[in-house]
T-cell receptor, first 112, second 113 residues
Framework: DAGVIQSPRHEVTEMGQEVTLRCKPI?????LFWYRQTMMRGLELLIY????????DSGMPEDRFSAKMPNASFSTLKIQPSEPRDSAVYFC??????????FGPGTRLLVL | AQTVTQSQPEMSVQEAETVTLSCTYD???????LFWYKQPPSRQMILVIR??????QNATENRFSVNFQKAAKSFSLKISDSQLGDTAMYFC??????????FGAGTRLTVKP
């Protein structure tokens, strides 16, 4: 398996623009997680899905953030409008129940 | 609350020597899993080792081993024969309910030639 795939790997955008991050989980994994990593706050869980259904989005910082999982092989995290404080590395991870979470390579987002 | 504490923000070790990274956690759960992840400068999160709480035997993966003390809620990582490629951030993580994972703040390890 190719592992968790994320795109784009790097994104530079201007404040106010819409940003869409994409993730393809490992085939057969039931859980999908979106994390954000910053120097100040470390790794934070934003939202996770089980069988394509959002289960817990309490980590989503604001209404500007939204996530979808239209099918078992694709998920998006959208920020609209983006702000400089959203600059971070965003990770997608997937797992089976009781199993290890495998992380994608991350998307490094810079909002100017 | 489930928390993970890594008390060593930074550590260094000479190449070929052994280093131990500390991790403690707090939980009332009886069934859980513990992990160490490595994050090199590339930012990729790489699984190093995993331990099931119900197993008394400490997990090992080549040069990496853990010292799991369930009663003390301690889960340290030992790296033997340190290599330059081991230079990275190391995160201790705790998972319960089969999917809910909490991470420590990380320890930055530098292996010196």
């Amino acid at each position: 398996d190719a592992g968790v795939i994320q795109s784009p790997r790097h994104e530079v955008t201007e404040m106010g623009q819409e940003v869409t991050l994409r993730c393809k989980p490992i085939s057969g994994h039931d859980y999908l997680f979106w994390y954000r990593q910053t120097m100040m706050r470390g790794l934070e869980l934003l939202i996770y899905f089980n069988n394509n259904v959002p289960i817990d989005d309490s980590g989503m910082p604001e209404d500007r953030f939204s996530a979808k999982m239209p099918n078992a092989s694709f998920s998006t995290l959208k920020i609209q409008p983006s702000e400089p404080r959203d600059s971070a590395v965003y990770f997608c991870a997937s797992s089976s129940p009781l199993e290890t979470q495998y992380f994608g390579p991350g998307t490094r987002l810079l909002v100017l | 609350a489930q928390t993970v504490t890594q008390s060593q923000p930074e550590m260094s070790v000479q190449e070929a020597e052994t280093v131990t990274l500390s991790c403690t956690y707090d939980t009332s759960e009886s069934n859980y899993y513990l992990f160490w992840y490595k994050q090199p400068p590339s930012r990729q999160m790489i699984l190093v080792i995993r331990q099931e709480a119900y197993k008394q035997q400490n997990a090992t993966e080549n040069r990496f081993s853990v010292n799991f003390q369930k009663a003390a809620k301690s889960f340290s990582l030992k790296i033997s024969d340190s290599q330059l490629g081991d230079t990275a951030m190391y995160f201790c993580a705790f998972m319960f309910e089969g999917y809910d994972m909490r991470f420590g703040a990380g320890t930055r390890l530098t292996v010196k030639p």
